[in-house]
T-cell receptor, first 118, second 110 residues
Framework: DTAVSQTPKYLVTQMGNDKSIKCEQN?????MYWYKQDSKKFLKIMFS???????INETVPNRFSPKSPDKAHLNLHINSLELGDSAVYFC?????????????????FGPGTRLLVL | DAKTTQPPSMDCAEGRAANLPCNHS???????VYWYRQIHSQGPQYIIH???NNETNEMASLIITEDRKSSTLILPHATLRDTAVYYC???????????FGAGTILRVKS
């Protein structure tokens, strides 16, 4: 079974459209993330949710709206897509650990969604 | 989070040990050193992490200098499947996010 799964794997769409990417993890983790990898291959965090609550929002345009219906899912909805949104989007999850072991939450990544905006 | 410096690329012969260096001279006491890798077209994969002691797992060993200003990831017997971009990340004890740099492209050659 895939630990962190994303759908779709590929997404080609026109500028101005609205699209969603779904992420599911079956690891029982309580924290989920979205990262963006642009054409220059730099990976940057976009959002992080812990127990369905937003805890990190890294100056992402408000056209991007993450939604976490439950701890196992973190979906990414993008409005009014622009050419610059073309990238690979990775979902990840981790489990918060107890005090004394903080900083040791390993993040597990999904396979990525390749978004191309034409 | 402290910044890291890695060589842009390295080559390694198949079956030999691959030693990937990382400088993190501004690391502070509560920051961990993490290593991830990204094989072409896949999501990043966790390899190993450490605070100040050397660490070993089934994938690799992590050697951290006594002053913690640099570290080396060692893949003891590199295979062609280890060809990937390797990221050294320094992360705060209470920080959730991973800050990825450019990493080192490791090419394992037969």
């Amino acid at each position: 079974d895939t630990a962190v799964s994303q759908t779709p794997k590929y997404l080609v769409t026109q500028m101005g459209n609205d699209k969603s990417i779904k992420c599911e993890q079956n690891l029982g983790h309580d924290t989920m993330y979205w990262y963006k990898q642009d054409s220059k291959k730099f990976l940057k965090i976009m959002f992080s949710y812990n127990n369905k609550e937003l805890i990190i929002n890294e100056t992402v345009p408000n056209r991007f709206s993450p939604k976490s219906p439950d701890k196992a899912h973190l979906n990414l909805h993008i409005n009014s897509l622009e050419l610059g949104d073309s990238a690979v989007y990775f979902c990840a999850s981790s489990q918060a650990v107890q005090a004394g072991k903080r900083g040791q939450e390993t993040q597990y990544f999904g396979p990525g969604t390749r978004l191309l905006v034409l | 989070d402290a910044k890291t410096t890695q060589p842009p690329s390295m080559d390694c012969a198949e079956g030999r040990a691959a030693n990937l260096p990382c400088n993190h001279s501004t690391i502070s006491g509560n920051e961990y050193v993490y290593w991830y890798r990204q094989i072409h077209s896949q999501g990043p994969q966790y390899i190993i992490h450490g605070l100040k002691n050397n660490e070993t797992n089934e994938m690799a060993s992590l050697i951290i200098t006594e002053d913690r200003k640099s570290s080396t990831l060692i893949l003891p017997h590199a295979t062609l499947r280890d060809t990937a971009v390797y990221y050294c990340i320094v992360r705060r004890e209470y920080g959730n996010k991973l800050v990825f740099g450019a990493g080192t492209i490791l090419r394992v050659k037969s």
